[in-house]
T-cell receptor, first 113, second 109 residues
């Protein structure tokens, strides 16, 4: 099993461009989430999903969209990139039930110029 | 408000010294607490969870409900322990944990 796979690993964008960060998991996990990791700020939840067709906002959702059309995939869309969105983005998944451990991807390092 | 606090951004120790990474939480219910570790340029991975009461890589963590803490401890630090450590808490009825801001541990030779 590959676990949680994120693509791309690195990306440089210009301000105003849009892009989609891909996240796929092969563990049949119900729950998936996106975090951004910034120095001194730790991990902050952007959006999450508790199943196909169900998404909700986390702590810092502005400027990002998500959808969950299948159990396996949970893409994160930047609508109009801004320098403040320069960060490392992590996707995570976990199994059904409360308090399940998170499985993380390798991360996407995104720079907005 | 429900909160997870890691008061130290950086903890620097010498090899062989004891280590304690602090985690405090604010929650009136029964918490479910985890520690995650991220080695340089790697993905986050689960280190331990309080209900398992395990010792992983020499680390232990005890839930202290009276002090609302879940500190991570190791009696003798090793250089390979240098990493970022995150405390995470599930509040009642939640599927997604709340993470603290992380503590960077540096173990000097």
């Amino acid at each position: 099993n590959a676990g949680v796979t994120q693509t791309p690993k690195f990306q440089v964008l210009k301000t105003g461009q849009s892009m989609t960060l891909q996240c796929a998991q092969d563990m049949n996990h119900e729950y998936m989430s996106w975090y951004r990791q910034d120095p001194g700020m730790g991990l902050r939840l952007i959006h999450y999903s508790v199943g196909a067709g169900i998404t909700d906002q986390g702590e810092v959702p502005n400027g990002y969209n998500v959808s969950r059309s299948t159990t396996e995939d949970f893409p994160l869309r930047l609508l109009s990139a801004a320098p403040s969105q320069t960060s490392v983005y992590f996707c995570a998944s976990s199994g059904r039930g409360f308090s399940q451990p998170q499985h993380f991807g390798d991360g996407t390092r995104l720079s907005i110029l | 408000a429900q909160r997870v606090t890691q008061p130290e951004k950086l903890l620097s120790v010498f090899k062989g010294a004891p280590v304690e990474l602090k985690c405090n939480y604010s929650y009136s219910g029964s918490p479910e607490l985890f520690w995650y570790v991220q080695y340089s340029r790697q993905r986050l991975q689960l280190l331990l969870r309080h209900i398992s009461r395990e010792s992983i890589k020499g680390f232990t963590a005890d839930l202290n409900k009276g002090e609302t803490s879940f500190h991570l401890k190791k009696p003798f630090a090793q250089e390979e322990d240098s990493a970022m450590y995150y405390c995470a808490l599930f509040f009642g009825g939640s599927y997604i944990p709340t993470f603290g801001r992380g503590t960077s541990l540096i173990v000097h030779p």
